[in-house]
């Protein structure tokens, strides 16, 4: 049986940081309530100059080089983000340009927090159908841009960043067991930047009204997000076979640590065989898996032969797994 397994991973972050005090001086917050309510201390922000497909390039490149390949040996390219330079054309033929990779196909994928999970199950469907042999995957967001630095309710828990994965098809007893999609579409107004597109395009009146930023409905969010992972994960391991106990590393979407730790807890799962690093970049949504992973990898916290599940739950909402064999 033909599966995809990944062969490297890579990531980029931005250099400037932005600490829970910073805020302060924007909204009124405190340090004791971010970290709290989210377990945030610090994000990584872009400079002004820096677009979602700078970032993923960084990432690629890191991937790129950690498995000794050149960009043309990819077949496709997969940008998960909805932060990408512009509406048209999409961050993945932009990064395409950037990494001179001629042959491979590009598209974006837009699943919000869940986009890099989604952009492995579509790697996953073509490498298993034979049409192509290797495909990166990126989860590249710039969040800040979008970011209404004037609403505290949202403006403390984004970050930006992005991280990459590359796959490959192989006939050994390894890679992506199970990549699970799901999606409600009836909740798409928990999480929206309602301005810029056709059903309010950029005007004075949508920017005067601060249209063009991310709104949330995050209590709600947040509950919706509890409940749905924790059934997600139970799901996933049951479809396999697994026990918790088998898995040696969870990777969540750095969303909320309290949602994290609810996850951790229906599993049992001890917090030390969970990825955690939502205190050094927040929520950098389509991001947030990818570059834990990578840290995870380097930190040597993934070992052949590891059960590893990956999690998330984002907008639209969007919600997804991946069960990976190392
Ligand atoms: O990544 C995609 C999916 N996203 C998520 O899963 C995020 C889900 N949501 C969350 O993580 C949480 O709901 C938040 C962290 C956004 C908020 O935490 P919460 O425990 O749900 O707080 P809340 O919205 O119920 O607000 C509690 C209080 C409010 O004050 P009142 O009305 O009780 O007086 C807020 O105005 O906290 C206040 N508040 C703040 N206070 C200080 C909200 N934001 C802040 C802030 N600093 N930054």
Known sequence: MIRAWIVSTGSFVPERILTND????????????????????????????????????GAAKAALKSADL????????????????????????????????????????NAACSGFIYGLSVANAYIKSKLFKRVLVVGAEILSKFTDW?????????????????LEATAEE????????????????????PGGGSRKPASRETIRRR????????????????????????E????????????????????????IKATAERLKLPLERVMINIDRYGNTSAASVP??????????????????????????VTWASALIKW
């Open 22 to 57: 910073d805020l302060k001086s924007l909204v009124d917050t405190s340090d004791e309530w971010i970290m709290e309510r989210t377990g945030i201390r610090e994000r990584r922000i872009a400079d002004k100059t820096e677009a979602a497909s700078d970032l993923a390039y």
């Open 70 to 109: 050149k960009a043309r040996d990819l077949d496709l390219i997969i940008v998960a983000t909805v932060s990408g330079d512009m509406l048209l054309p999409s961050t993945a033929c932009i990064l395409q340009d950037r990494l001179n990779a001629k042959k491979a196909a590009a598209f974006d994928v």
């Open 150 to 166: 004037e609403d505290r309710t949202t403006c403390v828990l984004f970050g930006d960043g992005a991280g990459a994965a590359i």
């Open 174 to 193: 390894k890679g992506i067991l199970s990549a699970k999609i799901h999606s409600d579409g009836s909740m798409w107004d928990l999480l929206q930047t």
């Open 211 to 234: 249209l063009h930023f991310i709104k949330m409905k995050g209590n709600e969010t947040f509950k919706v997000a509890v409940r749905t992972l924790e059934n997600l994960v139970t």
């Open 236 to 259: 996933t391991l049951d479809e396999n076979n697994l026990k918790p106990s088998q898995l040696s590393l969870l990777i969540p979407h750095q969303a909320n640590l309290r949602i």
């Open 291 to 316: 570059i834990a992973l990578d840290e995870a990898v380097k930190a040597g916290r993934v070992k052949e032969g590891d059960h590893i599940l990956l999690e998330a739950f984002g907008g639209g």
